[in-house]
């Protein structure tokens, strides 16, 4: 039973993606810098789509193979959220150091 219901998870999943589309709005070259209260602020239950409704777009996506969008801070510092899809929750999400 475990094994039929992960299967149709992933069957989902990958149908989902499908009805999602990458926005190429999602990401802007001239994306301003969010401050660390925003990303603060940002609840955990947020896919990609509506993260970025709250931030504005990406800075860049330097994701292959998954989606990974980087927001520059005001702190210097880069926010990263990595995602399957954009209608998808976050794999992860989190602060960076830049180099």
Same mark, same amino acid.
């Given at each position: 039973m475990a094994?039929?219901?992960g299967l149709g998870?992933?069957? #989902?999943g990958g149908a989902h993606?499908?009805? #999602?589309?990458?926005?190429?709005?999602?990401?802007s070259a001239a994306a301003k810098p969010v401050t660390p209260q925003?990303? /603060?602020r940002l609840p955990p239950d947020l896919n990609v789509k509506e993260i970025v409704a709250r931030l504005g777009p990406a800075a860049? /996506?330097?994701?292959?193979?998954?989606?990974?969008?980087?927001?520059?801070?005001t702190n210097g510092?880069?926010?990263?959220?990595?995602?399957?899809s954009p209608c998808a929750?976050?794999?992860?999400?989190?602060?960076?150091?830049?180099?």
């Open positions: 094994l039929s219901l998870l992933l069957a #989902c993606a499908q009805s #999602c589309p990458w926005d190429p709005q999602l990401v925003a990303i /603060e860049r /996506e330097v994701g292959s193979g998954v989606y990974v969008l980087r927001w520059d801070l510092q880069m926010f990263s959220v990595s995602a399957t929750l976050p794999m992860a999400r989190g602060l960076l150091k830049k180099n």
